[in-house]
């Protein structure tokens, strides 16, 4: 999978602040436990994750550097929300197609 360069500064930040990966993996689990299925929770994921990058863009390194240098445009976070989704929680049962039994 591939990240944009917002998705990865919050992706690499995450990994160094095991605070804020533990709040997020909270957040995660919540979302999937919430959402019927991982479509709908990336979307309320990806909705968090900006206003995320937009609040540490105002005091966190290197958030604020980026957006001193790049500005604050909204991008899509729906990538890292979906890698997310599947780091850090378990797989869901697919859900089984009933096939009419024409014999």
Do not use: C
Not at 37 to 59: C, K, M, N, P, T
Not at 82 to 97: C, D, F, I, V, Y
Request: hydrophobic share 40%; net charge positive.
């Amino acid at each position: 999978m591939s990240l944009n360069r917002s998705e990865q500064r919050i992706f690499d930040y995450l990994q160094k602040n095991p605070e804020e990966k533990k709040f997020w993996e909270a957040k995660v689990h919540a979302a999937a436990r919430q959402a019927s299925d991982d479509f709908i929770a990336a979307q309320r994921l990806e909705s968090e994750l900006w206003r995320y990058y937009e609040e540490r863009s105002g005091v966190a390194s290197p958030f604020k550097e980026a957006a001193r240098f790049e500005g604050i445009q909204r991008t899509s976070l729906k990538n890292l929300a979906e890698l997310l989704l599947r780091l850090w929680t378990a797989p869901r049962e697919k859900k089984k197609k009933t096939v009419p039994n024409f014999f």
